[in-house]
């Protein structure tokens, strides 16, 4: 399908559902042409990035937000490319924002692969949108860091770097002590000696050892890998001391290596857990009774039933598939049953571990990955009562039909979650291809989009749809309305500040 044909399926889809989106094109995008950097120095103690780009990031970095948009576009219009864009914005969210917590004002970083891939799923002269918002979004949160002490990235202590052949051994040290300054010289050393998957399959291990920072560690490792694929892995190595910083934080707590702690439990029970497998764990069958089985320990068991139960259905023969069904569900359930930050991230975390296990070959992390996605869940539950259960959930007649119909979903997103799920389940029995009800959810989330939580959330459910089973895939997706926008929410600005910029 050629570039015109995209565009006219988004603009037919966008025109049905007219009377929620509130602005009847975006087309005003396609304005925007590609630009050079200009050139720039930098502090001897900061770290550096690249000839071609570090100009481009202290651009990014100097341009005050008030002007940041009109700049940008003026340079895209003379040329400068995307994927340029991508990796400066990205770049200079990792050196001027400290990562810890890795989340709050850090999702500037975190929100960057998940704009990039609203981008990818928009029409080409569209894509810019989600990028102008991710910069805006970064303006405002280097503001914050300069109120929090303005951290800075600084260089490397190159005399510290281990030489290729020690520096995953240190690196594997380092993590497994929780020493930071042996950590940011190994990774240094690991970047410049190892190939990216060998580096890839190594954070694996450390992004979900522990439960701390709401599941940030996983997407952090899975967000900076998939963004790394898309601007070149000449930029690993300030991406990947950043993440290993991240990866550290121990949130106050003592120094996990010397104590026992509840956020450690899970992962040091599942490392030995892991060894129970089946060595044939892959080769199993779908089973739906172990898939429900499974969904009832998520809602009611702890951190241990869950990875045993896990255990227990591997050892059964059950599929893979029908377990991770079970995780994506019981995320989707745990945000239906009380939406907010805690259960979004229920969604987002199996999302980024489940990317994982899909990327990483070694077959002991796969599985770790595995029974420590089991094991977070019920962390991600908190105290919250059992409300509603997905698997009870019914569809309802929608009164419209066709375009009317999607429009009606949408508006009662913003009125009645409940009924805006049992609505789309309904949809979806009719148009089990649902490429327009993500196209018109995509555009909400441009237009109303206000936070880095509504990328990232949007992202990952309407990309995970794709991962469950078709037995139970609609009602995943019927449980995301509970954190989607609706068309009764109020517009944000950028579109307008974006438009003004674009006509300049």
């Not at 908190?382 to 419209?400: F, M, T, W, Y």
Request: aromatic share 8%; with cysteine.
């Amino acid at each position: 399908m050629n570039a015109a044909t995209t565009r006219r399926h988004f603009l037919k889809t966008a025109a049905g559902t007219g009377a929620l989106l509130g602005l009847s094109d975006l087309g005003f995008l396609s304005r925007l042409r590609p630009v050079s950097a200009a050139e720039a120095k930098l502090e001897p103690d900061i770290v550096r990035f690249d000839p071609e780009i570090e100009p481009l990031v202290r651009f990014l970095e100097d341009t005050p937000r008030e002007r940041l948009l009109e700049k940008v576009a003026a340079r895209i219009k003379r040329g400068l490319s995307y994927r340029d864009l991508l990796a400066a914005l990205l770049l200079a969210g990792v050196r001027n924002i400290q990562p810890r917590p890795v989340g709050f004002k850090f999702h500037a970083v975190l929100v960057v692969n998940s704009a990039h891939l609203a981008s990818l799923s928009s029409p080409d002269t569209d894509r810019w949108l989600p990028i102008f918002w991710a910069l805006d979004y970064f303006k405002s949160s280097q503001a914050q860091d300069v109120k929090e002490g303005d951290w800075t990235m600084h260089a490397v202590d190159e005399s510290k770097i281990p030489s290729g052949q020690k520096a995953k051994h240190a690196f594997i040290e380092a993590m497994e002590s929780w020493d930071e300054t042996a950590a940011d010289a190994a990774v240094t050393g690991l970047v410049r000696s190892a190939g990216a998957q060998e580096i890839f399959e190594l954070f694996c291990r450390y992004c979900a050892r522990d439960f701390r920072e709401l599941g940030h560690k996983a997407i952090y490792t899975a967000n900076s890998w998939r963004a790394l694929q898309c601007i070149g892995w000449q930029h690993a190595e300030p991406v990947l001391r950043s993440l290993a910083y991240a990866l550290l934080d121990r949130t106050g707590d003592a120094n996990p290596a010397k104590n026992d702690l509840p956020a450690d439990r899970p992962g040091r029970r599942n490392l030995e857990s892991r060894e129970k497998i089946r060595a044939d764990w892959l080769d199993g069958k779908a089973d739906t009774e172990a898939l429900t089985g499974m969904l009832q320990v998520v809602r009611q068991g702890a951190a241990v039933d869950t990875s045993e139960k896990v255990i227990e259905l591997l050892n059964r023969g059950v599929a893979p598939q029908s377990i991770w069904d079970a995780l994506f569900n019981g995320a989707g359930e745990l945000l239906m049953r009380e939406p907010g930050i805690r259960s979004l991230h229920a969604v987002t975390c199996t999302n980024s571990l489940h990317f994982a296990w899909q990327h990483c070959s070694n077959d002991a992390t796969r599985r770790y990955l595995l029974l420590q996605n089991a094991a977070f869940l019920p962390l991600f539950r908190g105290n919250s009562k059992e409300k509603v259960r997905i698997d009870d959930l019914q569809d309802a007649p929608l009164k419209a039909s066709g375009s009317q119909a999607l429009e009606e979903i949408f508006a009662e997103i913003s009125n009645d979650r409940v009924s805006a799920a049992r609505k789309l389940l309904a949809w979806l029995k009719q148009n089990p291809q649902p490429k327009e009800f993500v196209d018109a959810a995509r555009v909400l989330i441009f237009l109303k989009g206000r936070d880095a939580h509504d990328y990232k959330f949007s992202s990952a459910v309407l990309e995970d749809y794709q991962h469950v089973s078709p037995a139970w895939r609609d009602r995943y997706l019927a449980a995301s309305v509970f954190n989607l926008r609706g068309s009764g929410d109020s517009n944000n600005e950028l579109v307008k500040r974006t438009r003004a910029a674009l006509q300049g």
